[in-house]
């Protein structure tokens, strides 16, 4: 008989107490130290995944700073550039008005020694043209300067006008103090007589006479009386010299001067 | 020379016996469990664990990959059945490298004793997963008119279980003890060798087929279930 049935049950109670001691000492063990290792690892793994998460937190918040530091940066650059600009504008508006004023100034004072020129030119023409007419009327007529003027003038007041005559007689009749004749040089006696016995023709009577000598200020002959004057002066003859003088020197000056200008402006 | 070890009888009172294989079946029992409790005493959750820990690991990872492979839907519940079937058909048979060992598995009584402890563990796990009208309806499946080729199927695959184990390996020591009478050297060394493989291939069978059953037991309850 190959079964021994208590063999049988024997065998299959020992399987089922080796089940169960197996259970105890193998199985659940190893399984559990298998568990708690997974679990293990699991945690670690969800721990690096969290710090990986942080790392990546504070990489984007790192590059977020960096882009905002380098807008920041942008923006302050772009306001110096803005800055240095404005600066760089007003330095050369500065600039331009420093050198427009120079520019005013030196054609100012351009102008005034065309002015102190003309002037000095007019004052020596008028002294040369006074000798040169001095020395012509001397030689040419015989008589000097000063009795050719006084006749000169004598001749104007005896050819006044009417109305220039009633203004007169008018002024000498209201006058309080006496006519005052000036004249650039010292008359002599015989012309102040001359002068005073014209002048007394209108009244048909003596009437006085002032004379003074005034170089500077009158260039031949003047008579004034209560604000009234007849006179006779080169300076007449000069103004329109100076006149013509002034046109030319501003002909000839005048493009010389305008590059002149020009050169300093730029 | 005997055909069993049960014949083999170390002590005996009426009913009650000490056989050979009852005795090596202690035997291995002990070893199985020392073992085990030796393995077990100091276990590490650590990453870095000993090289007898790693051993059993895998011994016990392999076996509940097996079980998840043939279709179970919770490995766990059935590995310390199953687990176990297997461990102790291969220790049995692989201790047949030890002389004047004679393996328990040898002996129908043994495979007779697991195959009725499948034949007893399938229904019941049966019953466990869908309750007992539920596995016996598995019996009416597809028609009613299967129930008693059913149950045929049920008691012949045990005995199958039980002769194709016992036949194995009482083939393989009944082979080698003859041939150690008529060439006692080499050749007998190159058969125990092949007996080792036959063993090992005999406890991956047995504890297969048990996997088998029993996932067949409750696979329907998956499909109607997903």
């Known amino acids: 008989m190959l079964i021994d049935w208590f063999t049988v049950s024997a065998q299959a109670v020992n399987f089922l107490v080796l089940v169960w001691l197996l259970k105890r000492f193998l199985y659940k063990p190893i399984l559990g130290a298998i568990d708690k290792r997974e679990k293990r690892i699991a945690a670690q793994l969800a721990a690096a995944e969290e710090e990986k998460a942080e790392a990546q937190k504070e990489r984007d918040e790192f590059f977020r700073k960096k882009n905002e530091l380098e807008g920041q940066r942008q923006a302050l650059l772009s306001k110096a550039e803005e800055e240095a600009e404005a600066r760089r504008l007003q330095l050369l508006e500065e600039a331009r008005q420093e050198s427009d004023s120079l520019r005013r100034r030196r054609l100012e004072n351009l102008r005034n020694e065309q002015l102190s020129l003309s002037r000095e030119m007019i004052r020596r023409t008028r002294q040369e043209v006074f000798a040169i007419a001095r020395k012509a009327l001397a030689e040419l007529a015989g008589a000097d300067l000063e009795a050719r003027m006084v006749e000169v003038f004598i001749h104007r007041l005896r050819n006044l006008s009417g109305s220039e005559k009633d203004r007169l007689t008018s002024a000498f009749k209201g006058a309080t103090r006496p006519a005052l004749v000036r004249s650039t040089y010292d008359l002599p006696r015989e012309k102040r007589a001359a002068i005073e016995s014209t002048v007394g023709e209108w009244f048909a009577g003596p009437v006085r006479i002032r004379f003074e000598t005034a170089p500077d200020q009158v260039s031949g002959i003047e008579l004034a009386v209560n604000g009234n004057k007849v006179a006779w002066s080169i300076a007449d003859y000069l103004s329109s010299l100076e006149k013509s003088v002034a046109e030319l020197l501003e002909k000839k000056a005048g493009p010389g001067l305008q590059a002149g200008v020009d050169e300093h402006g730029d | ?226």
């Open chain 2, 1 to 226: 020379m005997h055909l069993s070890p049960d014949e083999l009888i170390l002590w005996q009172h009426g009913f009650f016996k000490l056989n050979s294989t009852i005795v090596t079946t202690w035997g291995l029992m002990l070893v199985l469990t020392c073992g085990a409790k030796l393995i077990t005493r100091n276990l590490a959750s650590e990453v870095n664990v000993s090289n007898w820990q790693s051993l059993l690991e895998i011994i016990v990872m392999a076996i509940k990959k097996q079980i998840e492979d043939v279709g179970t839907d919770r490995p766990e519940k059935y590995l310390g059945f199953l687990g176990t079937l297997f461990l102790f058909i291969a220790a049995a048979n692989l201790c047949t490298i030890f002389p004047g060992y004679e393996p328990p598995t040898g002996s129908l009584s043994t495979t007779a004793g697991l195959a009725i402890c499948v034949f007893v563990a399938v229904p019941l796990f049966g019953i466990e997963d869908r309750g007992l009208r539920g596995y016996l309806k598995t019996y009416l499946k597809p028609t009613s008119f299967m129930l008693p080729f059913n149950i045929i199927g049920e008691i012949s695959r045990t005995l199958a279980l039980a002769i194709r184990l016992f036949g194995n390996m009482m083939s393989g020591t009944m082979i080698l003890a003859i041939l150690l009478t008529i060439t006692p050297f080499i050749f007998p060394i190159v058969m125990s060798v092949l007996g080792l493989l036959t063993g090992m291939v005999q406890a991956y069978i047995f504890s297969i087929l048990a996997t088998v059953y029993i996932a067949a037991a409750t696979q329907i309850h998956q499909d109607l279930n997903p």
